[in-house]
């Protein structure tokens, strides 16, 4: 099993900036991927990036194309999602994940972190 944590959530106004950090720690061996996903309000959780753990491979959702990159550290075992020119619509709670295999279907993944919430205002 991973354990994951998210930090850097908050605040900011429409077409801010904020960096998510999602620290990684136990059978990281194990994983191949890591991956971002978001849920608002009434909504289901949606994929957001991914980047393979040991490759550079990235994917992202197109709401996010352009706005929002995903990176890592694996000496740190940290990934990384920096969102930039933030619209209200990306507020939702924002959950790292952990997965074996290379997907972008939450269903996929083992191990989710307790999740950050990102609010953007006008």
């Known amino acids: 099993q991973v354990q994951l944590v998210e930090s850097g959530g908050g605040l900011v106004q429409a077409g801010g900036s904020l960096r998510l950090a999602c620290a990684a720690s136990g059978r990281t061996f194990s994983t191949y991927a890591m991956g971002w996903f978001r849920q608002a309000p009434g909504k289901e959780r949606e994929f957001v990036a991914l980047i393979a753990w040991n490759y550079d491979n990235t994917y992202y959702v197109d709401s996010v194309k352009g706005r929002f990159t995903i990176s890592k550290d694996n000496a740190k075992n940290t990934v990384y999602l920096q969102m930039n020119s933030l619209k209200l619509e990306d507020s939702a709670v924002y959950y790292c994940?952990?997965?074996?295999?290379?997907?972008?279907?939450?269903?996929?993944?083992?191990?989710w972190g307790p999740g950050t919430q990102v609010t953007v205002s006008p």
């Open positions: 994940a952990a997965s074996e295999i290379l997907t972008t279907k939450a269903e996929d993944f083992t191990s």
